[in-house]
C-alpha cells in the first residue's frame, strides 16, 4: 500500500512539473528578411516556445562588421522560482534538408529572472539567405545550482 502511494505521489509531481525540466521542439517554414535592430527597421521572425523558461528567438537577415549573418538572438525568461539552465539550438535548412546555419547555446537564469542573449550569429555567404525555407528550434530548461 505504501508503495502505490509514492508511486501515486510521483505520478502526480510529474504532471504537475514539480519537476523543473522540460524540453520541446519546435519546426516550420520560415522566410528570413533584413532587420536593423539598431535602426528598428525591417522584420524579423519571432519564434516562441517554452514554458517553465520561455524562449523568444528572433531570427532575421542582419550583417557583423559588414559580413553578412543570420541572427538567432534569444531572450529567455524564467518564469520559475529556481534557478534554471537554459538551453536552445536552432537549425536554418533549405528545401533539400540541408543545413544552411546553427547556432546554439546555453545560460544559467536566476529565478524569475530574463536572460537577453544578443550573440546568436550565424555567418554564411550572402547567396544562403534565399536558400532558407525551414527551420528547427530544439529547447530544454532544467533546475540548477543556485551561483553564489
Known sequence: MKRCFVLILFCLALALGVYGSEEKIKEGNI??????????????????????????????????????????????????????????????????????????????IKPNDEVNYGSGMIRVKEEDFERVTKYKLSVCSYETVAKD
Open 31 to 108: 522566410t528570413l528578411e533584413t532587420y536593423s535592430f539598431a535602426r528598428g527597421e525591417g522584420t524579423r521572425n519571432t519564434i516562441q516556445i517554452g514554458e517553465k523558461v520561455i524562449f523568444y528567438v528572433d531570427a532575421y537577415i542582419s550583417e557583423f562588421f559588414n559580413e553578412p549573418i543570420i541572427n538567432a538572438n534569444a531572450k529567455m525568461v524564467n518564469t520559475t522560482n529556481k534557478p534554471m539552465r537554459a538551453i536552445y539550438d536552432i537549425r536554418f535548412y533549405d528545401d533539400l534538408g540541408n543545413i544552411v546555419g546553427a547556432h546554439a547555446t546555453s545560460w544559467d
